[in-house]
T-cell receptor
Framework: DGGITQSPKYLFRKEGQNVTLSCEQN?????MYWYRQDPGQGLRLIYY???????QKGDIAEGYSVSREKKESFPLTVTSAQKNPTAFYLC???????????FGPGTRLTVT | GIQVEQSPPDLILQEGANSTLRCNFS?????LQWFHQNPWGQLINLFY?????KQNGRLSATTVATERYSLLYISSSQTTDSGVYFC???????????WGLGTSLAVNP
């Protein structure tokens, strides 16, 4: 089955802990993206990667970090520096940057 | 930067009714996508439509690039059409999608 997987679906953490969200795709897409969605809001871009070993900050990168060591994988780490980490996190990919994006099912992160 | 506005913000329909959702954008775009976010949060691609008209079953979309708007038509709505519909665009050399705030649709049985 081709697609984008995110795990886990729900994640709970204590304040002050770093947490890593997984995103894997088997679509052979070069570009991958991380978005954050808050209740009643649209999506905001955190980081994106146009190709392996390369990534750029999006609009709200502070408190987050990423890596792109493999084409299939683009993990997102939410660090303790992120002031309001509780949100719904969505990963996406596209054949190349700037064209149609496809989304994973998302991870709901709750930090207390 | 480019602005994306969607209307109406909220819509309630009776099952079987038709509706039109609108997306206005403030500058020329390279790409435009319509998505449906279901109640579980999954974003489903509906259309990739920088210009022209496309149809997929009960859904169709039209983008008039010269007038900077796109319309999503839902015919014979069903309760499973409920959720939030988003329009997103990118423009120029910008690789990022710019998102509207969505139209929240509730279809009642």
């Amino acid at each position: 089955d081709g697609g984008i997987t995110q795990s886990p679906k729900y994640l709970f953490r204590k304040e002050g802990q770093n947490v890593t969200l997984s995103c894997e795709q088997n679509l052979n897409h070069d570009a991958m993206y991380w978005y954050r969605q808050d209740p009643g809001q649209g999506l905001r871009l955190i980081y994106y990667s146009q190709i392996v070993n390369d990534f750029q900050k999006g609009d709200i990168a502070e408190g987050y970090s990423v890596s792109r060591e493999k084409k299939e994988s683009f993990p997102l780490t939410v660090t303790s520096a992120q002031k309001n980490p509780t949100a719904f996190y969505l990963c996406a990919s596209s054949i190349t940057s700037g064209v149609e994006q496809y989304f994973g099912p998302g991870t709901r992160l709750t930090v207390t | 930067g480019i602005q994306v506005e969607q209307s109406p913000p909220d819509l309630i329909l009776q099952e079987g009714a038709n509706s039109t959702l609108r997306c206005n954008f403030s500058d020329s775009v390279n790409n435009l996508q319509w998505f449906h976010q279901n109640p579980w949060g999954q974003l489903i691609n509906l259309f990739y439509i920088p210009s022209g008209t496309k149809q997929n079953g009960r859904l169709s979309a039209t983008t008039v690039a010269t007038e900077r708007y796109s319309l999503l038509y839902i015919s014979s709505s069903q309760t499973t059409d409920s959720g939030v519909y988003f329009c997103a665009v990118n423009a120029g050399n910008n690789r990022k999608l710019i998102w509207g705030l969505g139209t929240s649709l509730a279809v009642n049985p």
